[in-house]
């Protein structure tokens, strides 16, 4: 079975410019959730999907934006990239939302650099 | 809000012998849940271990075992007959047991380093 996918796997920006990063979730599971992982930091949670609803949302600025389509998979948006935006952005999946969707699975990430 | 801490920013350890990484984490929640995830160069952050906070038994999942205080917020991973697969940065997570969302909040992690 195929596990968590991200597209691209790599992205380079400019700042100012907008980014758009995939995810595609394990086949039957219907909770995304997103996270930022600076470079020699842990990850930090960005949002949550579940039933194509926001379950939650972290501390992140309103450039920050995602969705979830009918088929489960997601996107994340950024606008008005910064230097400060340059990450490995991981996207995670699990069955459903609360504590049945505690084991998430990650996908290998996409890394963003901003120029 | 919930905090993870880990003390040690890089560890070391030599092939076949014993590693004990540490995490401490404060939180005012009675249910939740607590991980240790492994990040190879590969950067797929892949589940090592899980445990319950209302079980009082240590987890325990092959090579890999925890010992999880939870008056003293301490949840350390102990890994046996380490091996050389097992370099990777470590992150301890803590996930609060609600009834919906999953958000992890993670540590800064261990770099550890299995030698030959």
């Known amino acids: 079975d195929a596990g968590v996918t991200q597209s691209p796997t790599h992205l380079i920006k400019t700042r100012g410019q907008h980014v758009t990063l995939r995810c595609s979730p394990i086949?039957?599971?219907?909770?995304v959730s997103w996270y930022q992982q600076v470079l020699g930091q842990g990850p930090q949670f960005i949002f949550q999907?579940?039933?194509?609803?926001?379950?939650g949302r972290g501390n992140f600025p309103d450039r920050f934006s995602a969705r979830q389509f009918p088929n489960y998979s997601s996107e994340l948006n950024v606008n008005a990239l910064l230097l400060g935006d340059s990450a490995l952005y991981l996207c995670?999946?699990?069955?459903?939302?609360?504590?049945?969707?505690?084991?998430?699975?990650f996908g290998n990430g996409t890394r963003l650099t901003v120029t | 809000a919930q905090t993870v801490t880990q003390s040690q920013p890089e560890m070391s350890v030599q092939e076949a012998e014993t590693v004990t990484l540490s995490c401490t984490y404060d939180?005012?929640?009675?249910?939740?849940?607590l991980f240790w995830y492994k990040q190879p160069p590969s950067r797929q952050m892949i589940l090592v271990i899980r445990?319950?906070?209302?079980?009082?038994q240590n987890a325990t999942e092959n090579r890999f075992s925890v010992n999880f205080q939870k008056a003293a917020k301490s949840f350390s991973l102990k890994i046996s007959d380490s091996q050389l697969g097992d370099t990777a940065m470590y992150f301890c997570?803590?996930?609060?047991?609600?009834?919906?969302?999953?958000?992890?909040?993670f540590g800064e992690g261990t770099q550890l380093t299995v030698n030959p």
């Open positions: 445990q319950e906070a209302y079980k009082q």
């Open positions: 939180t005012s929640e009675s249910n939740y849940y």
């Open positions: 995670a999946s699990s069955l459903a939302g609360g504590p049945y969707g505690v084991s998430l699975h």
């Open positions: 086949s039957g599971h219907k909770s």
């Open positions: 997570a803590f996930m609060k047991g609600e009834t919906s969302g999953s958000r992890l909040t």
């Open positions: 999907y579940y039933e194509k609803e926001e379950r």
